[in-house]
């Protein structure tokens, strides 16, 4: 967790003003910067992620939380409903007849 100094500092705030906002305390905080707390919990890095406004994803990899090279397939896109593709199918024909108008209208 060599990275939450320079988050906490890049946020402009001190270890007592991180207390304040997130209840977790100054000496835990302290701890956590300089490595003598390795894995906290996700509840105190979602804390500091919603503080420093990072992503709490990153913190978890970075915390060895979560492995960062789970390959999760993106799930099936949601088939159109019938609605969808009869309004599809209606803007199709109404940009043919469009282009046919046209057409007529120069010859």
């Known amino acids: 967790m060599d ?7 890049a946020a402009g705030l001190t ?14 905080l302290s701890q956590l910067e300089t490595g003598k707390i ?5 509840n105190v890095l979602y804390k500091l992620a919603k503080v ?3 992503n709490l994803e990153n913190l ?8 960062s090279n789970i390959n999760i ?9 019938m609605t969808e593709r009869i309004e599809k199918l209606e803007k199709e024909m ?6 046919s108008f046209l057409t007529d ?3």
């Open 52 to 54: 420093y406004g990072i």
């Open 3 to 9: 990275k939450l100094k320079d988050y906490r500092k």
């Open 105 to 107: 209208q120069l010859i």
């Open 60 to 67: 978890l990899i970075e915390s060895g939380l979560v492995e």
């Open 73 to 81: 397939p993106t799930p099936a896109l949601k088939p159109p409903t």
């Open 15 to 28: 270890l007592r003003e991180v207390q304040d906002i997130t209840g977790i305390s100054n000496a835990y």
């Open 38 to 42: 390795r894995r906290p919990s996700a």
């Open 94 to 99: 109404e940009s043919v007849r469009n282009k």
